[in-house]
Structures are given as structure tokens and as C-alpha cells.
């Protein structure tokens, strides 16, 4: 798919459109079911309750020459670890002052918002971030994304080859239920 974007000042003067290419990356192996709670800002939360969530990911390319073809395999083998790590756990987020987490004899115990909640220790994944939405959980798996492009060599200014990564970034969809989710983008240049 070839994508146009357009670029124009306040001036009404525009500059020259520029092209980029666009892959798609839409498995149902890209999904993990998960329980969460979702804070709000007067203090409330919502009850623990869970999704099937389902990943969507769209990389943006300069170039699709033979020399810079990069395979959709790239994508899925590092995606799907990723989702796989919270698939059938309890996701907390442990960056805000409303949740407080302990690991003792394989349990974990949380309060949050006040409410004591004990899980078994495996079965729960604790997240730096400050609040289990759409918008986050897609922002913080595009963070792992990125940083499993960048040890497997797809994420730097050139790939292994030697030749310019035509990455110029991606956008990773979270999509908690049909017609209703969050993305997140993040762009390498």
C-alpha cells in the first residue's frame, strides 16, 4: 500500500508530498486476554474485569527496494513473545500512587484504590506505567517492540546488511472490543 502524506504551513504553502509505504500486520496470533482495572482521577476505579485484546501493527517504509526489503517475519517473530507475556494474566500498573504491589510465598498481593487484592505471583504482570488503558498498553508494547527491534539490528539507522533502514516508524493498535480501541506512535526518524 502506497501512502500519501501531505505537509502544509499555516500560510496555505505546501511542500512537496511525500511517499512512504506502508506494511500490515494483523494475525490472530497477535492477541492476549487479559484482566485489568482502570483508575480514574476522583479516586474510583473500575472492577476487575478482563479482554480479549488483539494487536494490530503498521510499519511505515522510505524504500521498498530489493536491497532494504525487510520480511513481515520480522515483525511477527518479536510480536508474538510480546503479546504471549501478558496473554492470561492480571495487568497492573504500578506507576501511580493508588497501587502498591508485594511478592511473598508465590503471591502477590496489591492494594489498589484501597481494595487488598491476592493473586498467585505467576499469574500477574506488573507494568511501569500509571494506569492499564488502551492508550498505555499500546504505548508500552510499542516501547518493547522497539527495543526488541533494536537488539535483533531492524531499529538503527542501518540494517545488518549495511544498507539505510527504510523504517521510518510504526503504529501499534490495542483493540480492547470490535470498534473500540487505542494506538500508539512512534517514529525512529
Not at 48 to 73: C, E, K, M, P, W
Not at 146 to 167: F, H, M, Q, R
Request: charged residues 20%; negative net charge; hydrophobic residues 40%.
Amino acid at each position: 500500500m502506497l501512502g500519501l502524506l501531505l505537509v502544509s504551513f499555516d500560510n496555505g504553502e505546501s511542500l512537496k508530498p511525500k511517499s512512504f509505504w506502508k506494511l500490515t500486520i494483523e494475525k490472530d496470533r497477535f492477541k492476549f486476554s487479559s484482566a485489568h482495572m482502570t483508575l480514574f482521577a476522583d479516586g474510583t476505579k473500575e472492577a476487575l474485569h478482563g479482554h480479549n485484546y488483539t494487536v494490530r501493527l503498521d510499519v511505515v517504509l522510505s524504500d521498498s527496494s530489493l536491497a532494504q526489503t525487510i520480511s513481515f517475519s520480522v515483525f511477527k517473530e518479536l510480536l508474538g513473545p510480546l503479546c504471549e507475556a501478558w496473554d492470561e494474566r492480571i495487568l497492573l500498573a504500578t506507576a501511580n500512587s493508588r497501587t502498591s504491589c508485594q511478592t511473598k510465598d508465590g503471591s502477590l498481593e496489591a492494594i489498589v484504590c484501597d481494595k487488598r487484592y491476592v493473586f498467585p505471583a505467576d499469574e500477574v504482570v506488573c507494568l511501569n506505567v500509571e494506569n492499564i488503558t488502551s492508550e498505555l498498553l499500546a504505548s508500552e508494547l510499542a516501547s518493547r517492540l522497539v527495543e526488541a527491534l533494536t537488539k535483533a539490528g531492524y531499529w538503527g539507522d542501518k540494517l545488518a546488511s549495511g544498507v539505510a533502514n527504510p523504517i521510518q516508524g510504526m503504529e501499534l493498535h490495542i483493540i480492547e472490543t470490535a470498534g473500540q480501541g487505542a494506538s500508539f506512535t512512534v517514529m525512529r526518524v
